[in-house]
């Protein structure tokens, strides 16, 4: 068994503790556990994805963020082509949500999915399903 150490917001730790105690887990770790057991579950499947997919990627950020609003606008134009649309939400004083709207081979909204994902100040989630095309990605 690996030791590690890990920084965390106070708010997010006792969400967590709240979880942990919830779920009656025996400590935090086997929490963390389970939790990076889902994560890893969750991005194996994304990288098995293939084909065409028509996804909801939504994205929950604090825009007081240095650059944030201007980074998120230039990877979506970057991405344009793959954006059906996108909903902009103000859900407080300090975070908006975009949900956007993705179609096109797996590939690249993968790509797009991670560049958002690596922001920070970024919390997101990417739903997705077939187009019912059957097309490959392409090697």
Request: proline share 1%; with cysteine; glycine share 6%.
């Amino acid at each position: 068994m690996m030791i590690i150490g890990m920084s965390l917001p106070k708010h997010l730790l006792k969400e967590f503790d709240e979880v942990v105690k919830e779920h009656r887990y025996q400590s935090r770790s086997k929490g963390i556990q389970d939790a990076l057991k889902d994560y890893i579950v969750r991005y194996q499947w994304m990288n098995e994805m293939n084909g065409e997919r028509v996804g909801i990627l939504t994205v929950i950020y604090g825009h007081h963020y240095t650059d944030i609003t201007e980074d998120l606008t230039n990877i979506q134009h970057d991405y344009r082509k793959y954006i059906n649309a996108v909903i902009h939400v103000h859900i407080s004083k300090k975070y908006c949500l975009d949900v956007i709207i993705v179609k096109g081979n797996v590939k690249s909204i993968r790509e797009l999915t991670e560049k958002i994902m690596r922001l920070k100040g970024v919390e997101q989630r990417l739903t997705s399903a077939r187009t019912g095309e059957t097309t490959e990605v392409e090697s």
